[in-house]
């Protein structure tokens, strides 16, 4: 193994991990873009795009804003006050934050597949914008919005709008979780496949790499290729929504270090542990290294939200559970409107040390802080939580999907809000696209 690889070739050398710390975090800025906030398609998207989620109910519906939207089974269905389809396209879902920032200082964000899944989303269109969070007014703007496109045929299978001359990708295609800029080139992390993808600043799909690890190609259930009748487990092993959900950049060797949302099933079907896979990736090459580390999900953690690196070796990871909303608005029976069915608990960011890995391959976890548990001793926040208290900041949202350094002392973290399927803050409110800068000088000098 080359020196490229030294920073994570001499991890199963590493002394056992110390215990792990709870930092203190406070809030710094406060920030939102409106949960319906919609843009135009481009003038050469197909007219499909002209009208987005006619298809996320039971029969194809395209009647503007004529259905309601709601939180779903898991949160109560509780409605959300917003309804579908809409006319153009939504800019909600910011779902990873690119490390290096754009040359006016702007942040590359991704925004997710539209609707959740392949099924429900071919009228969404894929694309990466670039941020500014202006805390000082509360408001978020959108400096650039890029579509990917695939004039060249890059793509090696049948996209949902493959007939077209401009050929835009849609959510479809793939499902978008994590972002990097490298030079002139976006690298885009997928769930479906997991695949990685490669487009120019300007959008144009480069190249399509799927993953490779131990000689073989990881699939999952929304692998083109995958019948009904494959056998989870040799067919398949990636659960669905279990790609990649963080991607982070490591300084100084160039690697990407791809993170699965969810556990690799076994042969039985079943998790391989509660632990998530890391996998190496050289962008100069185009090739998986071969290199990987595990990830330890905290007790009561399900997935994880996003992924970057801090320093050469020290990164950031946001884990979470599935649940949304104040605990203290927890229904004590069945669901209501009042209450939320599967409040938010464990709803952290993880600092890890890439350059300690036992010899069972995990990483070790310096510590974490409480996106639940958020001081906010100057009152900066700009909207009321249900159930919330005053003096104390949460993040009570079922997706939390962006982190990422602003300086020595201060990181960024944004919400996925899952237009027009998640709350959290309010009862009865889709979630807007929050932005907020957090005090952490300690976590981020923790060693």
């Given at each position: ?15 056992p991990?110390?215990?792990e ?16 906030s919609l843009?135009?398609?481009p ?10 989620g ?9 009647v503007p ?7 779903g ?20 879902g ?5 490390m290096?920032?754009?040359?006016d200082g ?8 539209g ?12 694309f990466?914008?670039r ?5 000082e ?14 004039p ?24 978008l979780?994590s972002i990097q800029r ?11 496949g997991?695949?990685?993808i490669e ?19 990881l ?7 995958i ?18 959900e ?11 270090w ?5 556990p690799?099933l076994?042969?039985?079907g ?7 896979r ?15 580390f ?20 020290r ?11 104040e ?7 069945d ?8 409040p ?20 070790r976890?310096i ?7 958020i ?7 700009r909207?009321?939580?249900d159930?919330?208290?005053?003096g ?11 982190v ?16 027009p ?19 952490v000088?300690?976590m981020?000098s923790?060693?």
């Amino acid at each position: 193994m080359t020196a490229r690889f030294l920073p994570l070739a001499l991890l199963a050398l590493a002394a056992p991990a110390a215990a792990e710390e709870n930092f203190p975090a406070t809030l710094a800025g406060h920030a939102y873009l409106p949960a319906l906030s919609l843009i135009a398609p481009p003038a050469d998207a197909p007219r499909d795009a002209m009208i987005s989620g006619k298809f996320t109910g039971p029969a194809r519906n395209d009647v503007p804003m004529s259905v309601p939207g709601d939180t779903g089974t898991l949160h109560g269905k509780r409605l959300t006050g917003i309804n579908m389809p809409f006319i153009g396209q939504p800019m909600q879902g910011f779902s990873g934050f690119a490390m290096d920032r754009a040359e006016d200082g702007s942040v590359y964000v991704l925004t997710d597949n539209g609707f959740g899944s392949k099924a429900n989303s071919p009228d969404t269109m894929l694309f990466f914008s670039r941020m500014v969070a202006d805390f000082e007014t509360g408001k978020v703007a959108i400096k650039e919005t890029v579509f990917l496109h695939d004039p060249d045929r890059k793509v090696p299978f049948r996209i949902s709008w493959e007939a077209t001359d401009s050929r835009y990708l849609t959510g479809a295609d793939f499902d978008l979780e994590s972002i990097q800029r490298i030079g002139d080139a976006i690298w885009i992390g997928d769930e479906f496949g997991p695949y990685l993808i490669e487009a120019g600043l300007d959008g144009r799909v480069r190249g399509v790499y799927p993953t490779m690890m131990d000689g073989k190609q990881l699939k999952s259930a929304d692998t083109p290729g995958i019948s009904a009748v494959s056998v989870v487990g040799k067919d398949w092993t990636v659960p669905r929504s279990g790609g990649y959900e963080g991607m982070a950049l490591q300084p100084g060797t160039g690697l990407l270090w791809a993170m699965l949302e969810k556990p690799l099933l076994g042969e039985d079907g079943k998790n391989e542990g509660e632990f998530l896979r890391v996998l190496g990736f050289d962008p100069a090459t185009r090739e998986w290294t071969g290199a990987g580390f595990k990830f330890k999900l905290a007790e009561g953690a399900t997935a994880i939200g996003d992924f970057n690196f801090i320093d050469a070796t020290r990164a950031l990871v946001i884990e979470r559970d599935n649940g949304e909303g104040e605990p203290s608005l927890k229904c004590a029976a069945d669901p209501a409107p009042d209450c939320f069915p599967n409040p938010a608990m464990v709803k952290h960011v993880v600092l890890i040390d890439t350059a300690t890995v036992d010899a069972d391959g995990f990483v070790r976890r310096i510590g974490q802080i409480d996106l639940m548990n958020i001081a906010d001793p100057d009152g900066k926040a700009r909207i009321t939580t249900d159930g919330g208290e005053a003096g104390r900041f949460s993040l009570p949202f079922f997706t939390i999907e962006n982190v990422m350094m602003v300086d020595d002392s201060h990181i960024m973290v944004a919400v996925d809000n899952n237009l027009p399927f998640s709350s959290g803050r309010k009862l009865n409110a889709a979630a807007d696209n929050e932005v907020v800068l957090l005090a952490v000088p300690e976590m981020l000098s923790a060693e």
